[in-house]
C-alpha cells in the first residue's frame, strides 16, 4: 500500500512524522517465519513510515553471524529504523560493570542504537542496574530497562456466563499487585534519574485481554513515569486500540509487524474517518 494514500487522511495533529518522540511504534524482527533479507525488506519498504524501532526479539539471534546482524541493522538504518537489542545475547551479559562495557562497546560497534536490560532476567543488584544505564549511556547509546508486572490470577475481574442481573459478590483484592507496581515505579524513576530514554513494561498479564484490562495499574504506570517515558507490549489489535483510544496517538507500543498498518490506522481514527475501506472489511473485524 503506497504511503502517499495515508497522506491525503487527516490524522491528529499532534501525531508527529519520524524520527517520534513520542506515538512511537516498535517492532520484533519476525522471529516464527523463517529469516529473510527479503522479508525485512518488504516490511520497511510496505510500512516503514510508521515503524519507529526494530528490536531483536529471541536469544537465538545471537547464534547469527555478525555480518548478518550489521546487515539488518544497516536496513534498518537506511529506512529511519532505530535498533534496540532487545534480549539478543542477554544470557551472554556479563554481570560485572568491567564486563558489560565490553558488551556496550561490542553493540554499539555493531551499529545498536538502544540497548536493553531486563531487570527480571539479569538478576542482579538494584544498584549494579543502575550502574549498566549509566554505562550505556555514556558510549552514547540509548537504554531502556524492561521490567515486568506480576499480580494475581485472582486480581482480574471475573467473567463467564450468569443469569441476567444476578449478584455476584466482589473478591477482595490481594495488595500484593499494588507493592509489585509500586516497586516497579520506584525502581523505574531511578533508571529516568539516571537518563534512561525509555521504560519498557512487560505486561502482558495485565493488558492480554482488552475485556478485563488492569487499567488500574496501567494508569498508575502512566501516571507516574509520563506517557512518553513509557511503551507497552500489545499482543493483538484489542489491545492497541485500548491503549490509544484510552491514552491518545501519543502511547508507545510494541507490537507485531503483521499489526502495523492496523495500528496506525487506530491512531488516526480519532478524526471520526473511516479507514476500513483501506484494506478491506476483513482488517478491522478483530475490532468489531
Given at each position: 500500500?503506497?504511503?502517499?494514500?495515508?497522506?491525503?487522511?487527516?490524522?491528529?495533529?499532534?501525531?508527529?512524522?519520524?524520527?517520534?518522540?513520542?506515538?512511537?511504534?516498535?517492532?520484533?524482527?519476525?522471529?516464527?517465519?523463517?529469516?529473510?533479507?527479503?522479508?525485512?525488506?518488504?516490511?520497511?519498504?510496505?510500512?516503514?513510515?510508521?515503524?519507529?524501532?526494530?528490536?531483536?526479539?529471541?536469544?537465538?539471534?545471537?547464534?547469527?553471524?555478525?555480518?548478518?546482524?550489521?546487515?539488518?541493522?544497516?536496513?534498518?538504518?537506511?529506512?529511519?529504523?532505530?535498533?534496540?537489542?532487545?534480549?539478543?545475547a542477554?544470557h551472554?551479559?556479563?554481570?560485572?560493570?568491567?564486563?558489560?562495557?565490553?558488551?556496550?562497546?561490542?553493540?554499539k560497534?555493531?551499529?545498536?542504537?538502544?540497548?536493553?536490560?531486563?531487570?527480571?532476567?539479569?538478576?542482579?543488584?538494584?544498584?549494579?542496574?543502575?550502574?549498566?544505564?549509566?554505562?550505556?549511556?555514556?558510549?552514547?547509546?540509548?537504554?531502556?530497562?524492561?521490567?515486568?508486572?506480576?499480580?494475581?490470577?485472582?486480581?482480574?475481574?471475573?467473567?463467564?456466563?450468569?443469569?441476567?442481573?444476578?449478584?455476584?459478590?466482589?473478591?477482595?483484592?490481594?495488595?500484593?499487585?499494588?507493592?509489585?507496581?509500586?516497586l516497579?515505579?520506584?525502581?523505574?524513576?531511578?533508571?529516568?534519574?539516571?537518563?534512561?530514554?525509555?521504560?519498557?513494561?512487560?505486561?502482558?498479564?495485565?493488558?492480554?485481554?482488552?475485556h478485563?484490562?488492569?487499567?488500574?495499574?496501567?494508569a498508575?504506570?502512566?501516571?507516574?513515569?509520563?506517557?512518553?517515558?513509557?511503551?507497552?507490549?500489545?499482543?493483538?489489535?484489542?489491545?492497541?486500540?485500548?491503549?490509544?483510544?484510552?491514552?491518545?496517538?501519543?502511547?508507545?507500543?510494541?507490537?507485531?509487524?503483521?499489526?502495523?498498518?492496523?495500528?496506525?490506522?487506530?491512531?488516526?481514527?480519532?478524526?471520526?474517518?473511516?479507514?476500513?475501506?483501506?484494506?478491506?472489511?476483513?482488517?478491522?473485524?478483530?475490532?468489531?
Amino acid at each position: 500500500m503506497a504511503a502517499s494514500l495515508w497522506k491525503s487522511y487527516e490524522f491528529n495533529e499532534d501525531r508527529p512524522v519520524k524520527p517520534r518522540r513520542f506515538g512511537v511504534t516498535e517492532i520484533p524482527i519476525p522471529s516464527f517465519t523463517p529469516f529473510s533479507h527479503d522479508l525485512l525488506q518488504d516490511i520497511f519498504e510496505s510500512r516503514g513510515d510508521y515503524v519507529d524501532g526494530l528490536k531483536f526479539s529471541g536469544g537465538s539471534y545471537s547464534l547469527m553471524p555478525k555480518a548478518t546482524i550489521k546487515q539488518v541493522i544497516d536496513l534498518a538504518h537506511q529506512h529511519g529504523v532505530y535498533v534496540s537489542t532487545g534480549d539478543w545475547a542477554e544470557h551472554m551479559i556479563p554481570k560485572t560493570p568491567s564486563g558489560f562495557k565490553e558488551y556496550v562497546e561490542e553493540c554499539k560497534h555493531l551499529g545498536f542504537d538502544t540497548i536493553e536490560l531486563n531487570a527480571g532476567s539479569l538478576g542482579i543488584p538494584e544498584e549494579t542496574f543502575l550502574i549498566f544505564v549509566r554505562l550505556v549511556k555514556s558510549s552514547g547509546l540509548k537504554a531502556r530497562p524492561h521490567f515486568q508486572v506480576k499480580f494475581n490470577e485472582s486480581d482480574i475481574p471475573k467473567g463467564g456466563d450468569r443469569a441476567f442481573g444476578a449478584y455476584i459478590p466482589p473478591e477482595p483484592r490481594s495488595s500484593e499487585f499494588v507493592e509489585d507496581v509500586d516497586l516497579l515505579i520506584r525502581r523505574a524513576e531511578r533508571c529516568l534519574k539516571e537518563d534512561a530514554d525509555m521504560i519498557m513494561i512487560d505486561a502482558d498479564g495485565v493488558s492480554k485481554h482488552a475485556h478485563n484490562m488492569r487499567g488500574d495499574i496501567v494508569a498508575k504506570i502512566i501516571g507516574r513515569l509520563g506517557l512518553e517515558k513509557t511503551m507497552f507490549e500489545a499482543s493483538n489489535q484489542r489491545i492497541s486500540e485500548w491503549f490509544i483510544k484510552q491514552y491518545s496517538p501519543k502511547v508507545n507500543l510494541f507490537i507485531d509487524h503483521s499489526h502495523v498498518l492496523d495500528v496506525e490506522c487506530i491512531r488516526g481514527r480519532n478524526s471520526g474517518s473511516n479507514h476500513a475501506f483501506v484494506f478491506g472489511p476483513s482488517s478491522f473485524s478483530v475490532l468489531k
